[in-house]
């Protein structure tokens, strides 16, 4: 579900955000992450660029 949007303090899966202000990218690893403020300009918006993919390590 690429593109989908969410506001600073949002609890999202893992993944790779956007700010939509300056196009900064965060990496998140864990799922029910808070997204923070971009510290590059201040925004509050983000998109997701990329979900990450759930190895399937268990077998």
């Not at 990496?27 to 990450?52: I, M, N, V, Y």
Request: net charge positive.
């Amino acid at each position: 579900m690429s593109g989908d949007r969410f506001t600073t303090g949002s609890e999202v899966p893992c993944g790779v955000y956007r700010c939509n202000a300056c196009a900064k990218q965060i990496d998140l690893h864990e799922d029910k992450t808070k997204l923070p403020q971009c510290s590059a300009c201040g925004g509050f918006s983000w998109r997701t660029k990329r979900e990450c993919k759930i190895s399937d390590s268990t077998k």
